[in-house]
């Protein structure tokens, strides 16, 4: 197991590397966010997922970093004292030092109260952010350039892609060994049972602040290196979707394992700049994915595969195989349906529409994965009906087959 | 060994209007294995809560081998040497069993909570987990989690962890509770081994595991001592028959 | 003085609004340990559902279908969601609400657009009650919170005086127990979740018509309630109200003064060195305003982490 998992990944590293040659610019900028969201996610994941404290307000760790970073990009001109490429370890600090003091506060209280504090606590910086213009740059934020260093200009997109690409590998490293370490192993402590902690002599406060720091610093380096990447930071960073999209992210990926989050974030980056021009409803897409997880597969996509294998070695390939195919297909149908409802309502929604509709006193045709499309008539709403219909009845069939199947072995 | 390990004196503590312990006093001498019984309600684990720094007593004091720990934080009192279980077992269901005992015997590292190097390169520790591993022989289920093992080896995990910090006092709530007359007996013989040398303190109801582990058994009613005692004497104390069976049924048993 | 007795009663009426949609989310926290992330979405819904059916039904109407379909569609959160993934742990509840509540956002900015709708208070009700001083008093804003505290008398009669509501209190400490009595505990926790979020649907149909109504009022509105509920103690309705009004009033309060920390350096003399440093120090409350209820939260937890009302725990 050990040799396939670090084959795998040096393998993805190596095409990690690789991407510069074989992306057009505009991917390969995009390619540098998906990074950076990875990051970002994996030290959620670390708060989150590791150590079973849900943050809704990550946001601010993030913002933090990136602020501070666009502070000492302007501070220090390249003046030699902190070259650009060692510019993250001013979000890193930055970040630690921030979630060092929330999370003294946020880890007074456990569960559900945590939660709602570290939202606040990002909600005061949100409110805060626009009155400290000299911090925060009012609407327009702070901008800064990146200045050459070590025999670089750091002027080209292939550079920056390297530079987040060494940092993020690097923190994922750090992130990873974190897990294997006495602070590592009490963190899941603190997931599986912070009371008996307590019991067995550990400060079980002391823990939470540490956690929380880590997961700080790291967002601070994510921080850092969009800043690094965009020249630039504002105070949107501190939204509440910010902070929304990490927790999506991770959980769709699954947190139960180290790279989930971080697979997930890069994947909903990902599908997020491709499809972002052909439709206008990808955050509702995303937010309906999420409640799914959280419905029907609780360990994220990650834990999809491993589901799978399971059925597979319990029930064998000949009966699980076509059934899991027919899951599959029925994925494919009930997504189809939901898209083309939701694209449709979309259409039929919008200002644009309305206003035509009122003048021509009829539904006219819209346009929909180029093609023109019948409003009012039953065609055009027949093909959700029946993409859904198909879908939920083939999903309902193959679930009651392998339920059924799993209970008689 | 000599000296007394644990002192209550004019313990108590209420919840709001209800006086649930209402003045215990109770001396435990270094090495002593004392019973507490009591009927259902009489306080036995709230006391080890006041004991164990769960909570804060209403009045009175708590003190460890000389040192005043009346209201004092959980993990300190267990710095200090004082170790105790839960009636309820209280692991760490998701982990596997060695990782359970690894954490509890990591506390007694000089660097329990180090990031910088990777935990088992920590020196002694593996041993010291295996160690104990064997000591409650739960070698063959190192590797389970410990949510999955049965209700005995559950509690046997429960003691191990609870022996982790090396304690000088244990106290014991009800470790055989649920247990068949089979996995009591094993218990049994289990707690009398890994308690030599240290004092016990442990609640049960189970009366042949009190006579026979217990130098003296101390009886709870109503948030009251009222009788300390060898086994014998406590058999033969008008008060804690009467407690137990009633005072016609007192009457009616020759003395 | 006017401007102080203008604030207090806008402050006033504000927390008793805070309070509708907070004593919904309190009730089903207490009652099922569940923190509904998408509580503020009812408020939500409720306007919308409102601006939506007030050409056809009316504004009085609308506002009480706006508030019935929110409850409606707590109803079905609770039912086909909520219930499903109940043996998970609060967490995944949590994060499932949190997830509603943002596909209730975004759904709302599909049909209705990502901007502010013209949800306007009825013209016959959009005049003067009293005046103060020089100042006219709104007569809107008197019928909020005229809503609010009945609706409070209402929920505190039906809460105590009724069979439902003492089924309901039981419910909240001891569930089996209920059900050991022969009562539907799933339809009450139900119908407790429902009536919460029509309560919240309320809020929003009313207030929504005299403050903005927008696809980010889940989110400005929510993390207010979740103060209210952290400030005056998780499952407490005492703490709730007096929460609700206490960050109301102060912040109102705040909106119009427009003093800073400088100016009260200044009375010692260090006024010029303040201005100097700037930042925080020069801020204006009523620009800090915002930030208030943000600030007692953290100082409320420093000093009585179980909120003012609420049970240590």
């Given at each position: 197991?050990?040799?396939?998992?670090?084959?795998?990944l040096?393998?993805?590293?190596?095409?990690?590397?690789?991407?510069?040659?074989?992306?057009?610019?505009?991917?390969?900028?995009?390619?540098?966010?998906?990074?950076?969201?990875?990051?970002?996610?994996?030290?959620?994941?670390?708060?989150?997922?590791?150590?079973?404290?849900?943050?809704?307000?990550?946001?601010?760790?993030?913002?933090?970093?990136?602020?501070?970073?666009?502070?000492?990009?302007?501070?220090?001109?390249?003046?030699?004292?902190?070259p650009?490429?060692?510019?993250?370890?001013?979000?890193?600090?930055?970040?630690?030092?921030?979630?060092?003091?929330?999370?003294?506060?946020?880890?007074?209280?456990?569960?559900?109260?945590?939660a709602?504090?570290?939202?606040?606590?990002?909600?005061l910086?949100?409110?805060?952010?626009?009155?400290?213009?000299?911090?925060?740059?009012?609407?327009?934020?702070?901008?800064?350039?990146?200045?050459?260093?070590?025999?670089?200009?750091?002027?080209?997109?292939?550079?920056?892609?390297?530079?987040?690409?060494?940092?993020?590998?690097?923190?994922?490293?750090?992130?990873?060994?974190?897990?294997?370490?006495?602070?590592?192993?009490?963190?899941?402590?603190?997931?599986?049972?912070?009371?008996?902690?307590?019991?067995?002599?550990?400060?079980?406060?002391?823990?939470?602040?540490?956690?929380?720091?880590?997961?700080?610093?790291?967002?601070?380096?994510?921080?850092?290196?969009q800043?690094?990447?965009?020249?630039?930071?504002?105070?949107?960073?501190?939204?509440?979707?910010?902070?929304?999209?990490?927790?999506?992210?991770?959980?769709?990926?699954?947190?139960?394992?180290?790279?989930?989050?971080?697979?997930?974030?890069?994947?909903?980056?990902?599908?997020?700049?491709?499809?972002?021009?052909?439709?206008?409803?990808?955050?509702?897409?995303?937010?309906?994915?999420?409640?799914?997880?959280?419905m029907?597969?609780?360990?994220?996509?990650?834990?999809?595969?491993?589901?799978?294998?399971?059925?597979?070695?319990?029930?064998?390939?000949?009966?699980?195989?076509?059934?899991?195919?027919?899951?599959?297909?029925?994925v494919?149908?009930?997504?189809?349906?939901?898209?083309?409802?939701?694209?449709?309502?979309?259409?039929?929604?919008?200002?644009?529409?309305?206003?035509?509709a009122?003048?021509?006193?009829?539904?006219?045709?819209?346009?929909?994965?180029?093609?023109?499309?019948?409003?009012?008539?039953?065609?055009?709403?027949?093909?959700?009906?029946?993409?859904?219909?198909?879908?939920?009845?083939?999903m309902?069939?193959?679930?009651?087959?392998?339920?059924?199947?799993?209970?008689?072995? | 060994?000599?000296?007394?390990?644990?002192?209550?004196?004019?313990?108590?503590?209420?919840?709001?209007?209800?006086?649930?312990?209402?003045?215990?006093?109770?001396?435990?001498?270094?090495?002593?294995?004392?019973?507490?019984?009591?009927?259902?309600?009489?306080?036995?684990?709230?006391?080890?809560?006041?004991?164990?720094?769960?909570?804060?007593?209403?009045?009175?004091?708590?003190?460890?081998?000389?040192?005043?720990?009346?209201?004092q934080?959980?993990?300190?009192?267990?710095?200090?040497?004082?170790?105790?279980?839960?009636?309820?077992?209280?692991?760490?269901?998701?982990?596997?069993?060695?990782?359970?005992?690894?954490?509890?015997?990591?506390?007694?590292q000089?660097?329990?909570?180090?990031?910088?190097?990777?935990?088992?390169?920590?020196?002694?520790?593996?041993?010291?987990?295996?160690?104990?591993?064997?000591?409650?022989?739960?070698?063959?289920?190192?590797?389970?989690?410990?949510?999955?093992?049965?209700?005995?080896?559950?509690?046997?995990?429960?003691?191990?962890?609870?022996?982790?910090?090396?304690?000088?006092?244990?106290?014991?709530?009800?470790?055989?509770?649920?247990?068949?007359?089979?996995?009591t007996?094993?218990?049994?013989?289990?707690?009398?081994?890994?308690?030599?040398?240290?004092?016990?303190?442990?609640v049960?109801?189970?009366?042949?595991?009190?006579?026979?582990?217990?130098?003296?058994?101390?009886?709870?009613?109503?948030?009251?001592?009222?009788?300390?005692?060898?086994?014998?004497?406590?058999?033969?104390?008008?008060?804690?028959?009467?407690?137990?069976?009633?005072?016609?049924?007192?009457?009616?048993?020759?003395? | 003085?006017?401007?102080?007795?203008?604030?207090?009663?806008?402050?006033?009426?504000?927390?008793?609004?805070?309070?509708?949609?907070?004593a919904?989310l309190?009730?089903?926290?207490?009652?099922m340990?569940?923190?509904?992330?998408?509580?503020?979405?009812?408020?939500?819904?409720?306007?919308?559902?409102?601006?939506?059916?007030?050409h056809?039904?009316?504004?009085?109407?609308?506002?009480?279908?706006?508030?019935?379909?929110?409850g409606?569609?707590?109803?079905?959160?609770?039912?086909?969601?909520?219930?499903?993934?109940?043996?998970?742990?609060?967490?995944?509840?949590?994060?499932?609400?949190?997830?509603?509540?943002?596909?209730?956002?975004?759904?709302?900015?599909?049909?209705?657009?990502?901007?502010?709708?013209?949800?306007?208070?009825?013209?016959r009700?959009?005049?003067?009650?009293?005046a103060?001083?020089?100042?006219?008093?709104?007569?809107?804003?008197?019928?909020?919170?005229g809503?609010?505290?009945?609706?409070?008398?209402?929920?505190?009669?039906?809460?105590?005086?009724?069979?439902?509501?003492?089924?309901?209190r039981?419910?909240?400490?001891?569930?089996?127990?209920?059900?050991?009595?022969?009562?539907?505990?799933?339809?009450?926790?139900?119908?407790?979740?429902?009536?919460?979020?029509?309560?919240?649907?309320?809020?929003?149909?009313?207030?929504?018509?005299?403050?903005?109504?927008?696809?980010?009022?889940?989110?400005?509105?929510?993390?207010?309630?979740?103060?209210?509920?952290?400030?005056g103690?998780?499952?407490?309705?005492?703490?709730?109200?007096?929460?609700?009004?206490?960050?109301?009033?102060?912040?109102?309060?705040?909106?119009?003064?427009?003093?800073?920390?400088?100016?009260?350096?200044?009375?010692?003399?260090?006024?010029?060195?303040?201005?100097?440093?700037?930042?925080?120090?020069?801020?204006?409350?009523?620009?800090?305003?915002?930030?208030?209820?943000?600030?007692?939260?953290?100082?409320?937890?420093?000093?009585?982490?179980?909120?003012?009302?609420?049970?240590?725990?």
């Amino acid at each position: 197991m050990m040799r396939t998992s670090t084959f795998l990944l040096l393998g993805a590293s190596a095409l990690l590397a690789a991407m510069p040659a074989l992306l057009s610019a505009g991917l390969l900028n995009a390619a540098v966010q998906m990074l950076i969201a990875a990051l970002f996610a994996s030290a959620y994941g670390l708060l989150a997922g590791r150590a079973g404290m849900l943050s809704f307000g990550h946001a601010a760790y993030f913002g933090v970093g990136a602020f501070a970073t666009v502070h000492a990009m302007n501070a220090l001109n390249g003046a030699g004292l902190l070259p650009t490429p060692l510019l993250p370890l001013v979000g890193a600090g930055a970040g630690l030092a921030f979630g060092v003091v929330a999370g003294w506060f946020a880890t007074q209280r456990s569960g559900t109260a945590f939660a709602m504090i570290t939202l606040a606590i990002a909600e005061l910086l949100h409110a805060l952010a626009p009155q400290l213009k000299s911090l925060f740059g009012g609407e327009s934020g702070i901008s800064a350039m990146r200045m050459p260093a070590w025999g670089l200009s750091f002027g080209s997109t292939t550079q920056v892609y390297y530079l987040t690409l060494a940092w993020v590998l690097a923190s994922l490293a750090l992130l990873h060994f974190h897990t294997r370490t006495p602070a590592g192993r009490l963190t899941l402590g603190l997931r599986e049972n912070a009371h008996r902690l307590r019991f067995l002599g550990y400060d079980v406060h002391r823990l939470g602040v540490s956690a929380f720091a880590i997961s700080g610093l790291f967002s601070g380096i994510a921080g850092a290196l969009q800043v690094l990447a965009n020249e630039a930071a504002n105070y949107v960073v501190f939204d509440a979707h910010v902070s929304a999209s990490v927790v999506l992210n991770s959980y769709i990926g699954g947190v139960g394992v180290f790279l989930g989050p971080a697979l997930g974030a890069a994947l909903m980056s990902f599908f997020g700049y491709a499809v972002s021009d052909a439709t206008q409803a990808w955050l509702l897409y995303q937010g309906v994915l999420f409640v799914i997880v959280m419905m029907f597969m609780p360990e994220g996509l990650v834990g999809l595969g491993a589901t799978a294998r399971h059925r597979v070695r319990v029930l064998g390939p000949a009966r699980a195989l076509p059934l899991l195919a027919a899951g599959m297909l029925a994925v494919l149908l009930l997504a189809g349906g939901t898209v083309f409802l939701v694209e449709l309502l979309q259409r039929l929604c919008s200002q644009d529409y309305r206003a035509l509709a009122a003048t021509a006193g009829a539904w006219p045709p819209v346009t929909m994965f180029g093609r023109s499309w019948a409003a009012a008539s039953a065609a055009t709403w027949a093909w959700p009906a029946g993409l859904l219909l198909t879908g939920g009845a083939l999903m309902a069939f193959a679930r009651t087959r392998l339920l059924a199947r799993e209970a008689q072995r | 060994m000599s000296g007394t390990i644990l002192g209550l004196h004019g313990l108590r503590k209420s919840f709001g209007e209800t006086e649930i312990i209402r003045g215990v006093d109770l001396e435990l001498a270094a090495g002593e294995r004392r019973a507490l019984i009591g009927p259902n309600g009489a306080g036995k684990s709230t006391l080890f809560h006041l004991i164990s720094g769960h909570l804060a007593p209403s009045a009175g004091t708590i003190a460890f081998d000389g040192l005043d720990i009346t209201g004092q934080a959980p993990q300190r009192i267990n710095r200090l040497g004082l170790a105790r279980s839960f009636q309820i077992t209280n692991v760490f269901p998701g982990l596997t069993v060695f990782e359970n005992i690894r954490l509890a015997v990591l506390r007694q590292q000089p660097r329990p909570t180090a990031f910088w190097q990777r935990v088992d390169r920590l020196p002694g520790l593996r041993e010291a987990t295996e160690q104990l591993l064997e000591r409650v022989r739960l070698q063959a289920r190192a590797a389970a989690l410990a949510g999955e093992l049965s209700y005995s080896e559950q509690r046997s995990l429960e003691i191990a962890m609870t022996l982790a910090s090396d304690p000088r006092l244990i106290l014991l709530d009800e470790p055989m509770a649920g247990m068949s007359a089979e996995e009591t007996d094993y218990t049994l013989a289990l707690i009398r081994e890994l308690t030599v040398g240290r004092a016990l303190l442990i609640v049960e109801h189970d009366m042949d595991v009190v006579f026979s582990l217990a130098d003296r058994i101390s009886v709870l009613v109503y948030g009251q001592v009222i009788a300390t005692g060898t086994p014998d004497e406590i058999r033969q104390h008008q008060g804690v028959r009467e407690a137990y069976l009633g005072e016609e049924a007192n009457a009616q048993v020759p003395a | 003085m006017d401007t102080l007795l203008f604030g207090l009663l806008n402050g006033l009426i504000y927390g008793l609004l805070l309070f509708m949609v907070s004593a919904g989310l309190t009730l089903i926290f207490g009652m099922m340990g569940v923190l509904n992330f998408a509580h503020a979405s009812f408020y939500m819904l409720g306007a919308y559902f409102a601006y939506t059916l007030q050409h056809a039904l009316g504004f009085g109407p609308a506002v009480v279908a706006g508030a019935l379909l929110a409850g409606g569609v707590g109803a079905v959160v609770e039912r086909f969601f909520l219930r499903r993934v109940h043996h998970h742990g609060h967490a995944h509840e949590l994060l499932l609400t949190f997830g509603l509540s943002f596909i209730v956002a975004e759904t709302i900015k599909l049909v209705f657009g990502n901007f502010p709708v013209d949800y306007r208070v009825p013209p016959r009700l959009d005049g003067p009650a009293f005046a103060i001083g020089a100042q006219q008093y709104p007569l809107y804003r008197l019928l909020m919170g005229g809503v609010a505290l009945l609706m409070f008398v209402l929920l505190y009669l039906l809460l105590t005086r009724t069979r439902v509501g003492i089924i309901v209190r039981s419910a909240i400490h001891k569930p089996r127990m209920v059900e050991a009595l022969g009562h539907n505990v799933q339809l009450v926790f139900t119908g407790v979740f429902a009536v919460g979020a029509a309560l919240a649907g309320l809020a929003g149909a009313v207030a929504g018509a005299f403050y903005t109504t927008s696809p980010n009022m889940a989110v400005e509105t929510g993390v207010l309630v979740f103060v209210v509920v952290v400030v005056g103690g998780l499952g407490s309705l005492g703490g709730a109200m007096l929460a609700s009004l206490l960050i109301g009033v102060m912040t109102s309060l705040a909106v119009s003064v427009d003093r800073s920390l400088a100016d009260l350096f200044a009375l010692v003399g260090a006024g010029a060195w303040a201005d100097s440093v700037g930042g925080l120090l020069t801020l204006k409350l009523s620009s800090l305003a915002a930030t208030l209820p943000f600030a007692l939260m953290l100082i409320v937890l420093l000093l009585r982490p179980q909120g003012l009302l609420g049970e240590k725990n």
